[in-house]
Each structure stands twice: as structure tokens, then as C-alpha cells.
């Protein structure tokens, strides 16, 4: 098994940051991949980014890149989520979620086994 922290969220303003951070216990997220996904309210859950923890590869959603960067800690058992420029449209629960890494990245939030409880970023304008 394999629990998941989310932390990290809050309110901030646009064009401001926020690092969110994903800690794992129960084991290590050693051959996983582990993704960032996020629900604004009225809309269904979408993926953000990934990274497949032992070999460091990512995949962003458009709307993200070059704003956002997915980054692991090895010492620290924990993923992050680094997120630059943040808009309102950014405003959302985050979440992580973790699942078997095979060698492709999915975004599909059902084949996320593990998941965290959520972290809230509020992005004023």
C-alpha cells in the first residue's frame, strides 16, 4: 500500500508561486510514476504532470508547460509540483496520485491506484 500527502496549497495572487509537495509512506515510489491531477470547481478531474520516479522523465499538459515543473526528492521519498506564473483559471484541488510506471505515461485517472486527499490553490486576480 501507499499513502499520499499532499501539501503545499493556498491562496495566492496572479503571477504568483506555489511549490505543492507529495510525500509517499507505506514504501518508496520506486517504479512509479507519480502525477499531479486537478479538479476547478464544476469541472471534472484533469491530469497536470507526471514523472516517472526512478527514471526523472515527465509529461506536462500544454496549458502547463513552461509554467509548472514536476521534480522529484529522492532523500525525501517526495514529488513535487512547482507551479510559476499562476493564473485564475490555475485555481483548483490538486491532487496526487501514483501508479505503476511500464514505460508510457497515461492520464487517465483511473489507472491512478494511489491517491492523496487534495490540497486547495486559490489563485486571485
Known amino acids: 500500500q501507499v499513502q499520499l500527502v499532499e501539501s503545499g496549497g493556498g491562496l495566492v495572487q496572479a503571477g504568483g508561486s506555489l511549490r505543492l509537495s507529495c510525500t509517499a509512506s507505506?514504501?518508496?515510489?520506486?517504479?512509479?510514476?507519480v502525477g499531479w491531477f486537478r479538479q476547478a470547481p464544476g469541472k471534472e478531474r484533469e491530469f497536470v504532470a507526471v514523472i516517472a520516479w526512478s527514471y526523472g522523465h515527465t509529461y506536462y499538459i500544454d496549458s502547463v508547460k513552461g509554467r509548472f515543473t514536476i521534480f522529484r526528492d529522492n532523500t525525501e521519498n517526495t514529488v513535487y509540483l512547482q507551479m510559476n506564473n499562476l493564473s485564475p483559471e490555475d485555481t483548483a484541488v490538486y491532487y496526487c496520485?501514483?501508479?505503476?510506471?511500464?514505460?508510457?505515461?497515461?492520464?487517465?485517472?483511473?489507472?491512478?491506484?494511489?491517491w492523496g486527499q487534495g490540497t486547495q490553490v486559490t489563485v486571485s486576480s
Open positions: 507505506g514504501r518508496t515510489f520506486s517504479s512509479l510514476a
Open positions: 496520485a501514483a501508479t505503476y510506471y511500464r514505460g508510457r505515461f497515461n492520464q487517465a485517472e483511473a489507472e491512478y491506484a494511489y
